[in-house]
């Protein structure tokens, strides 16, 4: 059975530049949710979608966005980009609430 | 919000020692309490959990404890091994009150096994 998949794997972009990542769940799972790994901040819950609803939402500034489709793969969007954005993005799918996380190995997104 | 402190912040054993990484969260409300492992360049993979209604959980070399009066897991792992080297994360939810998954990460703990 398929992990959790997340493109691209590598990032870079600059000041003021949007971002685009992608998330494909493990097959079956409905719920996406999206992480930030920094070495300072560690691992910072973004937002989480079930059933093409966005469910919870973290502290992030309205940059940060995201939406699922219909057949649960999930992508994030981050504008205006800047040098604090830059960070491991990582994707983690469940089946349901309630549920156990699987991560993917993330997107590492550099901001110059 | 819910908040996770994890200690240490490394550690270093010896292969075939046993080594303790503990967790304090604040909401007591949280009931649910999974641990992960990342090595380098992967994401994190979940490696046992456990749900309030546990004290305790064992899978091979790894366990993990629960006290819901102290607000405080522990995982354990004993006899271990070079691969064991990685940094592990806690974590706590309450899945039912979020009505989703939102994890609150502990700060990380960098185990290393020296052979």
């Known amino acids: 059975k398929a992990g959790v998949t997340q493109t691209p794997r590598y990032l870079i972009k600059t000041r003021g530049q949007q971002v685009t990542l992608s998330c494909s769940p493990i097959s079956g799972h409905r719920s996406v949710s999206w992480y930030q790994q920094t070495p300072g901040q560690g691992l910072q819950f973004l937002f989480e979608?079930?059933?093409?609803?966005?469910?919870n939402k973290g502290n992030f500034p309205g940059r940060f966005s995201g939406r699922q489709f219909s057949n649960s793969r999930s992508e994030m969007n981050v504008s205006t980009l800047e040098l604090g954005d830059s960070a491991l993005y990582l994707c983690?799918?469940?089946?349901?609430?309630?549920?156990?996380?699987?991560f993917g190995s993330g997107t590492q997104l550099s901001v110059l | 919000g819910e908040n996770v402190e994890q200690h240490p912040s490394t550690l270093s054993v010896q292969e075939g020692d046993s080594a303790v990484i503990k967790c304090t969260y604040s909401?007591?409300?949280?009931?649910?309490f999974p641990w992960y492992k990342q090595e380098l360049g992967k994401g994190p993979q979940l490696i046992i959990d456990?749900?309030?209604?546990?004290g305790e959980k064992k899978d091979q070399r790894i366990a993990v404890t629960l006290n819901k009066t102290a607000k405080h897991f522990s995982l354990h792992i004993t006899e271990t091994q070079p691969e064991d080297s990685a940094v592990y994360f806690c974590?706590?939810?309450?899945?039912?009150?979020?009505?989703?998954?939102?994890?609150?990460f502990g700060g990380g703990t960098r185990l290393m096994v020296k052979p």
């Open positions: 974590a706590a939810s309450n899945p039912l009150r979020n009505a989703g998954n939102m994890l609150t």
């Open positions: 983690a799918s469940s089946l349901t609430a309630d549920e156990k996380l699987f």
């Open positions: 979608y079930f059933s093409e609803t966005q469910r």
């Open positions: 909401d007591s409300a949280s009931n649910y």
């Open positions: 456990i749900r309030s209604n546990v």
